[in-house]
């Protein structure tokens, strides 16, 4: 697919986890306390490298007993810790079912301490379930009416982190959406634009469909353009179905084109965006729409041209779209000579794959 100015889609560091950290933030961290069953050597991996993770993260600082236990130290001193972090995470298999249920071991022990915790206290969120096994085995009576953090082999790992990051923080899965009057739009809490509904000089949108949603509203890359003096000032928003807006993008630019395709080949389609800024200038930016339904800019694909090509096609028969552009060849006389580049996946990222160098005598195609 060629673009020359086409308007159809223009119309278109060691921290104590208890204590203030002043290397990361100047507020105090969520402690979060790590109960599990040593069930098997992987399982052990996982849990360590979910601890690592967590305690990356700028607001938590974890408790786990591979950070803090030495030989010669009181286990039992240990576990009582559990009695005064902010949060305890439950990994939930069968063999930690059966150990909490029969209140035997280390697990049994801690088991006390956090049923205590959840008869004590007024808040329901102190424990934080994550389920690892299947559900009917693994999941403790004491913790049956509590919701738990997906981490099932079956599940999306992506999500659920983000999921328990939220649950620790004691943040909604979602936010629940800012009331709007008709036609305005906020991002961020700003209003931004508030159009008619039939405003199209001022706005336009493409619709789209993504796999494994729900039926509802359609998808929306909406475009506002804004009144401005020489280049126009677009913001490109992302309207996924029951979502808040997600700003996309904003440029200066003559004219704005979209297409949504799937360039990788991964039965969900990329946004791509290609606006001009010139007469002969163009500029490219590629969007991946991820299983979250976050959005990120595909790395490689930001690119720009000063003439008047950028293409995307199938160029050597493996299903995914490749990109093609020219660029002018400014230390050669006359300038009509030019360099063209082609761009191809590597993994989830464009990797420049050839250039060629062309002079003016040879036939633009």
């Known amino acids: 697919m060629r673009y020359r100015g086409s308007r159809r ?10 204590k203030e950290s002043t290397a990361v933030s100047s507020e105090k961290r969520i402690s979060v306390f790590i109960s599990y069953s040593r069930d098997s050597d992987e399982h052990g991996r996982w849990v360590a490298e979910l601890a690592d993770r967590l305690h990356q993260e700028q607001a938590i600082a974890i408790v786990f007993d591979d950070y803090d236990v030495r030989p010669g130290m009181s286990l039992t001193k240990f576990m009582e810790r559990a009695s005064e972090v902010d949060k305890i995470l439950v990994v939930l298999t069968p063999s930690y079912k059966t150990k909490a249920e029969s209140r035997t071991g280390g697990v049994g022990y801690e088991a006390g301490l956090l049923t205590t915790r959840l008869l004590t206290e007024a808040t329901e969120a102190t424990v934080v379930p994550v389920l690892r096994g299947p559900k009917e085995v693994s999941i403790p009576s004491f913790l049956k009416d509590k919701v738990y953090v997906d981490f099932r082999p079956s599940a999306n790992a992506g999500v659920a982190y983000k999921f328990l990051v939220n649950a620790i923080k004691e943040r909604p899965a979602r936010e629940r959406p800012a009331s709007l009057r008709p036609g305005q739009i906020l991002i961020d809490g700003d209003e931004l634009a508030t159009m008619s509904k039939g405003s199209r000089d001022r706005e336009w949108s493409l619709e789209f469909e993504l796999p494994n949603l729900e039926p509802g509203p359609p998808n929306r890359v909406l475009v506002i353009r804004l009144p401005t003096s020489g280049l126009t000032s677009y913001r490109l928003l992302l309207l996924l179905r029951d979502r808040p807006p997600l700003p996309l993008l904003a440029v200066d630019s003559h004219f704005i084109e979209l297409a949504v395709e799937d360039f990788d080949a991964d039965g969900r389609p990329e946004i791509a965006v290609l606006y001009h800024t010139g007469a002969h200038s163009r500029g490219f930016r590629l969007f991946r729409i991820e299983l979250d339904l976050s959005v990120t800019p595909v790395p490689g694909a930001d690119l720009g041209s000063d003439w008047p090509l950028i293409e995307w096609t199938d160029l050597n028969g493996d299903g995914k779209l490749e990109l ?26 464009l990797k420049l794959l050839t250039t060629t160098y062309i002079n003016h005598s040879e036939s633009d195609p």
């Open 9 to 18: 889609c223009l119309t278109l560091c060691v921290i104590d986890p208890l």
């Open 324 to 349: 093609r552009k020219r660029d002018r060849n400014w230390s050669k006389v006359p300038v009509m000579d030019y360099i063209e580049e082609t761009y191809g996946w590597q993994g989830l990222e």
